[in-house]
């Protein structure tokens, strides 16, 4: 039997780059800092997250947290390594916007970041698209960021969200 007649009978194996995702499975609680704008102090707000396995292959999230306005949001995610793209793959939509935000990036030399691009709605201007950059890292086994930076106009990236997660 071929190596591809066994992918298709058995699924796909996890590999080596799955491993990292099972360090983002747990309950976390979510610290939030947002920059609205430059001139803008920054605003803060605070929520949860459950991350579970799904087959070894993918790290799928569900979360809550509070707008800068107290609203609360709901969102779900998934990301997981692509064996056939090489590259890891993600998506996250919420219950505040009809945006399905779809992302592929890949890891950093030494492990600790994943770095995740895409393209969204623009902040600032209706009916526009910018690039985003997600970069999450792991600092420790109870501590993870996820820094959130939308590209201006000028090509800069600029960081508008940073998110820590404390294991619980």
């Not at 704008?37 to 799928?60: F, H, I, N, Y």
């Not at 107290?70 to 998934?78: D, V």
């Amino acid at each position: 039997m071929s190596t591809e007649t066994q992918e298709m009978e058995m699924g796909t194996k996890p590999v080596r780059e799955h491993e990292w995702l099972q360090q983002l499975i747990g309950e976390w609680r979510v610290e939030n800092e947002m920059t609205m704008a430059p001139d803008q102090p920054k605003m803060r707000s605070e929520g949860r997250e459950t991350v579970t396995d799904l087959g070894g292959l993918w790290a799928v999230a569900e979360g809550e947290a509070k707008m800068p306005n107290g609203a609360s949001m709901t969102y779900y995610a998934a990301l997981g390594y692509d064996v056939s793209f090489k590259k890891y793959r993600g998506c996250w939509f919420a219950s505040v916007s009809s945006h399905l935000w779809v992302q592929e990036g890949q890891l950093s030399a030494n492990g600790k970041v994943l770095t995740l691009n895409c393209v969204g709605p623009s902040m600032t201007k209706d009916g526009e698209t910018v690039n985003y950059r997600f970069d999450f890292e792991i600092v420790d086994n109870s501590h993870r960021t996820m820094t959130e930076y939308g590209q201006g106009d000028n090509g800069e990236w600029q960081e508008f969200i940073k998110s820590h997660y404390t294991r619980v």
